[in-house]
């Protein structure tokens, strides 16, 4: 075999889904595994025309797949955009240079604009494995990131994806920190917005750690993957959209770092200000509105961390060209009545409908929101903007706008119900003090959401209600008999998910 | 099908090797995957019988396994000792309470003694992935880990893996902090040591981040993967053996830990002092030598860093009851002539032989540890040691030893010689006045070390020789044309890594 031969192999589509971590096979008699030394977990240079990636190698018998193939996982396949019959070349990648930066940052140097910017292309291009990927989100927890290195973050991720340009001179667009179960504001508060005559493009993420995102709850309704031509559209259409970021490919490598947050359940402060800041420049907004909702169990516990954070907003903001206004909020008790993307979407829907038993809560808040957002409109003046939105939303203009971007979305969906639930009661009489909304979340993952659409929790009682030993406080909504009593097992865990303080004061 | 039924699956191996990260397979079109809403990268709690692992799950098209099964890589067919047959029952994981002190710590708390060791626990059971080993290692490198937390660590290594216990009352060991490449003086101490009539069951590691560890090196000469009782029989008959301690089960944690720091490219002092203090104490060793090798390009750079170190070592070696001696020596230049396993192991075996062209420094170094060594012995006075050792070495004894140890741990093996071969020569005349040791090493890594056992390095000049422009520096070894090329091709990237002072005075 001709030494460029022995290093040729064809592509073969193994078939197996290693989520966004690209893996190749090869068998262990392949030549090319024992010339270049290549074993588990090797990471090796893949190379189809001048398109590569680095992959993660895993070795297998001969029996599972056919002679002078390298196999290729779901993900290698689409990234790397294989066909069939395409020639790879296998090579052992140079060392990556960032990698050093990564070291450095470890052990305790600070990372220039330069050094985070390459570290962050690297990730963005597959360069980094998920151990690499693991290890840069701890370097950069909480408090481990100046506000210099939080500001290099928030630019390398700008620099990294697609930036959107709008013809209108002012592009709004608001975010919720989250941690509050429910909180599904943004998507009345686009319709309302877009109905003013704003224009509001719209991205959200999915769950991170939560049992929700709001591109999970909107995917309820419509289609969240549009592509940037596909959103552009919408919003030309409509002034306004509510889809996923990952797919409008704005900040690819915060979608490679959102997978490895959520298996090790770590947010942190640099991170969320960076992903939240590039998504909206990369989306071309000129004007943001940010939440934070306080409360013991929210993402923010305090109002002095409310207050910090606010104020580091404010200035990476001001650093990369955004004008934004930060509300602090009341986040002692989730919003709405539902857990979970579907039981969320049904809140949503009640309150666009403008329904008599919708959760006054969201609706008061979302009108909060989409008042502030309006008065960055020269057009409208202080004070205002909330006025404006409550007659938007009450005309019914809301809830029209918002079936007409579903629809310049694909097309609305009807929402699903989950089969299995079960009903959790008062243990005792009195009022409920405090609500764990931490536990709550959990639950409600445990049953199933944000992967399985209909799962959830769904409230019957919430802060400073009065209730009787024996009556409703929440049923769990699962998909699968097993999911269902794992959500139950969870509950069993834990005490006073929602404390009650009986007459007798205890 | 009956509920238990639908969670009642059959083992499958599927022949793919993950290394050390158990991954188990589910057709996309299981029941199971889809009633408990398992998804790729899902962990997934794996049953047989009363034992169980935590896996990542891949999920698979239908086509590369049958219907009714469940794949198994070899590491999880290994870790879970499974049989064709075999009954596979599979849950969601509860989560798992130490990742929650692993959070805590990256949020800048400190770890107490309960939670390392619940950590370390659930690592050497299997439960953590990759991506939480990661997460552990970088926030706990240098400087994370207090002193008190690095006293937990080593505890936590000590329970965790078995503990050997021995007839002799006292049982020697010694340690090298790595970074010197061609530094193979254990295999040279303990034949010296052994022949001498102390008892030193030494068990070396392979190489984390460098082109050869003491274990790679010996597994040229003879097999070092032996179980503890193989050890034990080794060491009953010949008072000492160098065998790997990853086969011996003594710190598992340590084996599953090393593989993730060697893809990060990352050390730490803490883990280095745990790993080392708790491998000695499972051996049942009581008198303990470490040497530390100080140099500009070795792992320990600075006399400050490495009196630092030594303070560490004794202070957490007393308080898990051990007696150490520490030696600083001089790690300026590579010691021997050979970098790799194969060529270090020809360095060795020339300084037992008392060959006269064998590497005096490597001979020098392990005179002054066996001697230091030799005076743990009540028998042997202070300022006696080195000439004993001396004595024992050049009397052939040490040879003799050396051979039998290699036969009761298997049988001598040759030493193989590489079919590739680049020769790098001066590029001016002048004194060689700096060598980069850290450059060296990736060179040999690139050539393919530790895996390639005969690739490496071949020095023909050392620190302060003098040489003329076109002589022989270093010659690299390689088994694949590939792999030649790949370290020649690095040498180019770097310069100086002999640096030569002309007489010119640059």
Same mark, same amino acid.
């Given at each position: 075999?001709?030494?460029?031969?022995?290093?040729t192999?064809?592509v073969?589509?193994m078939?197996?889904d290693?989520?966004?971590?690209? !893996?190749?096979?090869?068998?262990e008699?392949?030549?090319?595994?024992?010339?270049?030394?290549?074993a588990?977990?090797s990471?090796?240079?893949?190379e189809?025309?001048n398109?590569f990636?680095?992959?993660?190698l895993?070795?297998?018998?001969?029996?599972?797949?056919?002679?002078?193939?390298v196999?290729?996982s779901?993900?290698?396949?689409?990234?790397?955009?294989?066909?069939d019959?395409?020639?790879?070349?296998?090579s052992?990648?140079?060392?990556?240079?960032s990698?050093s930066?990564?070291?450095?940052?470890i052990?305790?140097?600070?990372l220039t604009e330069?050094?985070?910017? *390459?570290?962050?292309?690297?990730i963005a291009n597959n360069?980094?494995?998920?151990?690499?990927?693991?290890?840069?989100?701890?370097a950069c927890a909480n408090?481990?990131?100046?506000?210099?290195?939080?500001?290099?973050?928030?630019?390398a991720?700008?620099?990294?994806?697609k930036i959107?340009?709008w *013809?209108?001179h002012?592009?709004?667009?608001?975010h919720?920190?989250?941690?509050l179960p429910?909180?599904?504001t943004?998507m009345?508060?686009v319709?309302i917005?877009a109905?003013?005559?704003?224009t509001?493009?719209?991205?959200?993420?999915r769950?991170?750690?939560?049992?929700?995102?709001?591109a999970?709850?909107?995917? !309820?309704?419509a289609?969240v993957?549009?592509?940037?031509?596909?959103?552009r559209?919408?919003?030309?259409? *409509?002034?306004?959209?509510?889809?996923w970021?990952g797919a409008a490919?704005l900040s690819?490598?915060?979608?490679?770092?959102?997978?490895?947050?959520?298996?090790?359940?770590?947010?942190n402060e640099s991170?969320a200000?960076?992903?939240?800041l590039?998504?909206? !420049?990369?989306?071309g907004?000129t004007?943001?509105?940010?939440?934070?909702?306080v409360?013991?169990t929210a993402?923010?516990r305090s109002h002095?961390?409310?207050e910090?954070?606010k104020?580091?907003f404010?200035?990476?903001?001001?650093?990369v060209?955004?004008?934004?206004? !930060?509300? /602090?909020?009341n986040?002692?008790a989730?919003?709405?009545?539902?857990?979970?993307?579907?039981l969320?979407a049904?809140?949503?829907v009640?309150?666009?409908? #403008?329904?008599?038993?919708?959760?006054?809560?969201?609706?008061?808040?979302a009108?909060?929101?989409?008042g502030?957002?309006?008065?960055f409109?020269?057009?409208?003046?202080?004070?205002d903007?909330?006025?404006r939105?409550?007659?938007i939303?009450?005309s019914?203009k809301?809830?029209?706008?918002?079936q007409?971007i579903c629809?310049a979305?694909?097309?609305?969906?009807?929402?699903?119900?989950?089969?299995y639930?079960?009903?959790i009661?008062?243990?005792?009489?009195g009022?409920?003090?405090e609500?764990?909304n931490r536990?709550?979340?959990s /639950?409600?993952?445990?049953?199933?959401?944000?992967r399985?659409k209909?799962?959830?929790?769904?409230l019957?009682?919430?802060? #400073?209600?009065v209730?009787?030993?024996?009556?409703?406080l929440?049923?769990?909504?699962a *998909?699968?008999?097993?999911?269902?009593?794992?959500?139950?097992?969870g509950?069993?865990?834990?005490?006073?998910?929602?404390?009650?303080?009986g007459n007798?004061g205890?």
């Amino acid at each position: 075999m001709s030494e460029d031969g022995l290093k040729t192999l064809y592509v073969y589509r193994m078939g197996i889904d290693t989520y966004k971590n690209p !893996v190749i096979f090869l068998r262990e008699d392949c030549e090319i595994c024992k010339a270049e030394g290549f074993a588990a977990p090797s990471r090796v240079r893949v190379e189809i025309g001048n398109r590569f990636i680095l992959a993660t190698l895993q070795v297998v018998k001969p029996e599972i797949m056919p002679y002078g193939r390298v196999g290729f996982s779901e993900y290698a396949w689409e990234i790397l955009s294989a066909k069939d019959g395409d020639i790879v070349r296998l090579s052992h990648p140079a060392p990556l240079e960032s990698l050093s930066y990564l070291r450095g940052k470890i052990h305790g140097k600070k990372l220039t604009e330069t050094q985070m910017q *390459e570290i962050i292309s690297d990730i963005a291009n597959n360069l980094y494995s998920n151990i690499h990927i693991a290890s840069f989100i701890t370097a950069c927890a909480n408090g481990n990131l100046s506000r210099e290195e939080t500001l290099h973050l928030t630019r390398a991720m700008i620099n990294t994806g697609k930036i959107l340009t709008w *013809e209108q001179h002012q592009i709004v667009d608001k975010h919720c920190i989250g941690g509050l179960p429910g909180n599904r504001t943004t998507m009345l508060v686009v319709p309302i917005v877009a109905a003013a005559g704003l224009t509001i493009p719209k991205t959200s993420s999915r769950a991170i750690t939560s049992p929700a995102g709001t591109a999970d709850t909107m995917e !309820v309704l419509a289609p969240v993957k549009l592509n940037l031509a596909e959103m552009r559209k919408v919003v030309e259409r *409509e002034n306004g959209c509510i889809v996923w970021g990952g797919a409008a490919d704005l900040s690819p490598a915060d979608d490679i770092l959102i997978q490895v947050e959520r298996a090790l359940n770590l947010d942190n402060e640099s991170q969320a200000i960076a992903s939240v800041l590039s998504k909206k !420049v990369s989306a071309g907004s000129t004007h943001v509105l940010i939440d934070i909702p306080v409360g013991p169990t929210a993402k923010v516990r305090s109002h002095e961390d409310a207050e910090h954070l606010k104020e580091l907003f404010e200035d990476i903001a001001k650093r990369v060209g955004l004008i934004v206004k !930060v509300l /602090i909020s009341n986040g002692s008790a989730p919003v709405g009545r539902g857990i979970g993307p579907a039981l969320e979407a049904r809140d949503v829907v009640a309150v666009l409908k #403008n329904e008599e038993d919708a959760p006054q809560d969201l609706r008061e808040r979302a009108l909060d929101l989409a008042g502030a957002i309006l008065e960055f409109s020269p057009k409208i003046s202080k004070g205002d903007g909330r006025h404006r939105a409550q007659k938007i939303l009450e005309s019914g203009k809301a809830w029209k706008k918002f079936q007409a971007i579903c629809k310049a979305q694909g097309g609305m969906r009807r929402i699903p119900h989950a089969k299995y639930k079960h009903l959790i009661t008062a243990s005792k009489s009195g009022m409920i003090i405090e609500i764990d909304n931490r536990t709550l979340a959990s /639950i409600a993952k445990l049953a199933g959401a944000p992967r399985s659409k209909a799962a959830g929790i769904e409230l019957h009682a919430t802060l #400073n209600d009065v209730v009787a030993a024996g009556d409703a406080l929440f049923t769990i909504h699962a *998909e699968s008999k097993g999911a269902l009593e794992y959500a139950v097992r969870g509950v069993c865990f834990e005490h006073d998910i929602m404390k009650i303080k009986g007459n007798n004061g205890c």
